[in-house]
């Protein structure tokens, strides 16, 4: 994906919103907003701080946002607005703050000293929250419900539930990051609120308790410091590190891993309800997943092989929910890709299969392919099936006396231009080219008309008319012509 800012600055928090909103901060007063999953920004300095380090962003799809620097918290009201300083009932920020997240017209900052701000009224106004600790908080995130929870820099995890802020557990080592599902269910045995220090990862059902997450495989061959909860599928968990990230999926208690292509994760974050997630790379890149860590699609036919007027059926199963286009996309290799279907995609078609009859005339590749911000992503490696032509003859078999002169005929489906036919006979005991025949080209690439046999002497044998392989097609035999000289 594009970086935010290219090699300009550094990017130094990330979020995502809407369906395809991203929006980022960095140095030098940046904010970018990207409205089409990160395919391209826009970027703006605000007025005033051409020179300040903007640590975190929380933007809505309404344009609400929030962002700040140091101690200094800056507000809009939505894509029209101008970013503002927000009005407090109370004092305002007492310290710096270092995370800040929304969810409807919920938001919450952190910051050193054990600071909470909220706000109810999409960030318009602010008020601190009373802290059940004075240790630096280092995240937070905003459950579909409310629910909020925080992480500190001495391992606490808060908790607010009911109008409070509590303690409700705590990692061996300092927080790196908290995740908050967008459905959370409460005691339904399924987790919904998760915080981890880069190595344990603690869980909570109840926004009560938080304990080891049941079934989470051994993590030690690395630290993976940031998780999000992606929406899609249910209660899955992405935790990203260096050099892998990883989905967990609870309820299943299946750990699926594999190369994030980062030197290390900064953040990672999810519009919620779809299969969809973002990893900002401490170098300011930024990946994505759009399986929630899954295969995205696995694809196959049911034929490799056909003969020209067969088909074949391609069914695949996508593991994508999110708002896009699924195209099943072919092409002869060596040519352009072309689309053969499109089907429109939810986050509800998670999982779902779906079935394509292919009856392709020359060989093909096929591909899946997902359309998402208006950028095409391969879901599953290519499949072929490669497809033989008809070759006939005029006749099945000749009666000649010695001294004829003849030649052999048929035609070729489908159209092979610049194509050859080339001619082959059993005498001798085995199939070989017929000599001093050479290649038939065929006309407009379909007849073929070989050159003229001499009958010198009594005997019986056959022919058989053969189009040898290309990229385009597969070799291929006419049937057995059999001569008889008499």
């Known amino acids: 994906m594009n970086s935010p800012f290219g090699a300009s600055s550094a990017v130094n928090d990330v979020c995502a919103f809407g369906t395809l909103g991203l929006a980022a901060v960095g140095d030098d007063g940046q904010i970018a907003i990207s409205r089409n999953a990160g395919r391209t920004w826009s970027v703006a300095v605000l007025d005033g701080l051409e020179s300040a380090v903007l640590t975190t962003i929380a933007v809505d799809s309404s344009g609400r946002g929030v962002v700040a620097s140091g101690g200094l918290l800056l507000v809009r009201d939505g894509w029209g607005g101008v970013w503002h300083l927000p009005s407090y009932t109370g004092p305002g920020p007492r310290s710096a703050i270092n995370d800040a997240a929304m969810r409807g017209l919920r938001a919450v900052a952190v910051g050193d000293e054990g600071s909470i701000l909220e706000s109810a009224d999409g960030g318009a106004t602010w008020s601190a929250a009373p802290s059940p600790t004075a240790s630096r908080l280092t995240s937070v995130a905003i459950a ?78 690395q630290s993976w410091p940031t998780m999000v909860c992606p929406g899609v599928p249910e209660c899955s968990l992405l935790l990203a590190g260096a050099p892998n990230a990883g989905c967990f999926e609870p309820l299943t208690q299946q750990w699926l891993a594999g190369s994030l292509g980062l030197a290390g994760a900064a953040c990672a974050v999810a519009p919620g309800s779809q299969s969809v997630a973002y990893v900002l790379g401490i170098d300011g890149r930024l990946v994505r997943t759009l399986s929630a860590g899954y295969e995205a699609a696995t694809a196959k036919v049911s034929k490799t092989r056909i003969v020209v007027g067969g088909s074949a059926r391609l069914t695949a199963n996508v593991r994508v929910g999110a708002p896009g286009e699924v195209r099943v996309r072919q092409r002869v290799p060596g040519r352009s890709w072309t689309t053969l279907k499109k089907l429109a995609w939810t986050s509800a078609d998670w999982h779902r299969n779906l079935a394509v009859t292919l009856k392709p005339r020359l060989t093909h590749d096929y591909r899946l392919e997902f359309r998402y911000g208006g950028a095409a992503v391969v879901l599953a490696a290519p499949v072929k099936v490669a497809v033989a032509p008809k070759v006939t003859t005029t006749t099945a078999s000749l009666s000649l006396r010695v001294g004829a002169v003849y030649r052999l005929s048929g035609t070729v489906t489908p159209r092979l231009p610049g194509e050859k036919v080339y001619l082959y006979t059993d005498r001798g005991g085995s199939w070989r080219r017929v000599s001093l025949q050479g290649a038939v080209k065929l006309k407009d690439g379909r007849t073929w008309v070989s050159r003229a046999f001499g009958t010198p002497k009594a005997e019986t044998y056959h022919l058989r008319a053969r189009v040898l392989a290309t990229r385009a097609h597969e070799a291929a035999w006419s049937r057995i012509v059999t001569v008889t000289i008499r």
């Not at 929870?149 to 009911?162: H, N």
């Not at 919904?192 to 304990?211: E, I, K, N, Y």
Request: charged residues 20%.
């Open 144 to 221: 579909g419900d409310g629910t909020a929870v925080a992480g500190s820099a001495s391992g606490e995890v808060l908790v607010a539930a009911d109008g409070a802020w509590t303690v409700a557990g705590a990692v061996s080592g300092g927080v790196t990051s908290v995740a908050a599902a967008s459905a959370p269910v409460w005691g339904d045995g399924r987790p919904d609120l998760f915080a981890t220090d880069g190595d344990d990862v603690r869980c909570s059902d109840d926004r009560v308790m938080f304990l080891p997450l049941p079934g989470l495989p051994d993590l030690s061959s």
